[in-house]
Structures are given as C-alpha cells and as structure tokens.
DNA sequence: CTCATTATTGATACTTGATATCAATTAGGC
DNA sequence: GCCTAATTGATATCAAGTATCAATAATGAG
C-alpha cells in the first residue's frame, strides 16, 4: 500500500472482536484487556496461565478471532509455539531478539520495492510475504557485557 | 533463478553426517537417500510415513542432524508443521506456494542491502533474518485457468 | 576373525500445543 | 421475564515431537 506512511490502525481489541459480530463478553473481554496489558508479544499457553479463570479453549478461540480480524499478528517461532503480537501498523515486520524473547515492529519501504523487483525472478505470482529479523536487543547487549 | 553469485554447497547429505562425526547406517542412509530423491520439500511425518522400515525416532533424529549440520533448512510454516528442504545455496530464501505447498529457493542482492540499511532503523544488533515468499506458482496459475 | 566398546536404533510412553465435543450457561432482543 | 442463539469450559482427543532404554549394529584393537 503506502510506502512511507505507517497507517496506524485498531488497537481496541473488544471492538476488533465485535466488528466480527461476535458478543461482548466476559471472557472475551478479560482475554482482551489482558493482550491490551502486557505489552510484550506472547504465546497462547502463557495467556492461558496469566488467565486461569478463562478456560483454555476460549482463550485459544478468542486469540483466533484477533488474528482472524487482523488485530493480532501471528508469528511462528522455529522451535517453539507462535507468538502474538497487537498489530499496531498496517503492514509491517517483525525483530525478535534472540536471547530475550523481545518482539518489535518496523517497516521500511524497500521491503516494498524488493518485492516488486523480485517479481522478475520468480516463477510465479507474488501473493504475500514474511520477514522477520533476529536481532540481540539493546537491553540484552547492555546486560551482557561482563557477563555470559 | 539467482541474481548475483550463488555459491552452492554440500549436496551428499550422508557425507554431511559423516562430517559431524556420525556413523554410516541403513537407517541414516535410507533417509538421506530419500530425502534427495523426492525433490520437494517435506515434513517430518510425510518422511515417517515414505520410510515405515525406519522409526520415527531415528527419522527425526537424522532431520535434526541434518538441519544442525546446515544441509537441509527448516521452514516455518504457521498452520501445520515445518517443512524441510534441501539447502543448495549458501544464503537464500524460499519462495512458498500457497496452494500446493511447493517451496523453491531464490538469492537476491537487495536482501543483504536491505539487512545494512535497517542496521540504522533497529534497536539493537542485526544476528539473521528469514524471509518466506508467498507465491501461487505458474503450475497453479495455469491449473486454475477456470476453475475456482 | 572375535571380542569389547560405543553409537545407534526403534518400540513405547510421554509431553506439549491445540482442537472437537457437548451439556450447561449467558447475552441480547422482544 | 422469556426465548433463542451464541458462548463457555471441562473433558477427551489429536498431532507433532521428544525421552527412555533394552536390543542391536558399527568400529577398532588384538
């Protein structure tokens, strides 16, 4: 879409889910405030644990619906289970730092171009992409000076 | 396909255990074998299931120590398990179609360009980067001429 | 070649992440 | 308040992958 422009877009997730006609409702609204909180990214297993009084299969639904309505971001962890992040920004990429865990949000306009460049190469049609860049944090590099 | 120089590498995938210091056997054998025969990318389980002389444990076992020993790659793949597929290039990344699943490798310039101008825009110390491209490739094109 | 040592195998049990089932409950309109 | 459809959540189940460990195979020494 936009190159330099980053468009901000929904943040409120109660709302996100009830633009998909879905009720307002208890559990849904305390798995919502509960992404809202924690501004880290996490997984659907530590939100289960940080909710306990919300069962697991609503919690596991609930995240599906944000994803669905495009108010979360599902990353995939290699070796491990997705994280979720808020999108905050309409099409962007991710920073996952290797020692912590810490997922950040960027998006530059060359990723943009590169694909319209790479549409000569490849033998297909391009429908979409990912990207993520693994990073070590600031707040890592600075604990790990002495110590490891 | 590549732009630029495209070193490739280590192809023989039992030489590529034999170089981590791990023993010749029928079991490693037959996985290797059949891993460079299907050119496809796969997953663990379609391979459990081509290789029912082999045991599943032994199956993932020698996939780990193929990916550790950076022949073959593993990918990501959000809704399902990683597929893998054979690393033929040096640095590169994959192309993905989204309705057969087919995986090709492509190497581009402007990635590794890319990499050094976010150096500025991040928070922190670039360590790698991943980058899947969601395609519909020209057999799926051709293939859907009316239908769907 | 035979033995001893060590790596390897694979059946099985288990773990983890996630989904399906379905009776009980809740939300929202009338 | 009542009705109906949506929602919940305990439970069972599924799927991918790992741990265990006795049996087996590969290698080196003699």
Redesign the interface.
């Known amino acids: 879409m936009a190159s330099g422009i980053a468009i901000t877009v929904e943040v409120d997730l109660i709302t996100a889910l009830e633009d998909q006609g879905l009720r307002r409702t208890y559990a849904r609204s305390a798995v919502a405030t509960r992404i809202e909180s924690v501004s880290e990214a996490f997984t659907a297993e530590q939100l289960c644990r940080d909710l306990p009084e919300v069962g697991r299969a609503t919690v596991y639904r609930t995240i599906r619906h944000l994803v669905d309505a495009g108010a979360l971001c ?1 990353l ?3 070796d491990g289970a ?1 994280m979720y992040s808020i999108a905050r920004v309409e099409h962007h990429h991710h ?1 996952i ?2 020692k912590c865990g810490a997922v ?1 949000e ?1 998006r ?1 306009s ?2 943009e ?3 319209r ?2 549409e000569k ?18 707040q ?2 600075s604990s790990t000076n002495g110590g490891e």
């Open positions: 599902k995939p962890i290699l997705p920073t730092c290797s950040g960027f530059h060359t990723v171009r590169l694909m460049s790479l190469e490849i033998d297909g049609e391009i429908v979409g992409h990912r990207m993520e860049i693994f990073i070590t944090c600031n890592c590099l």
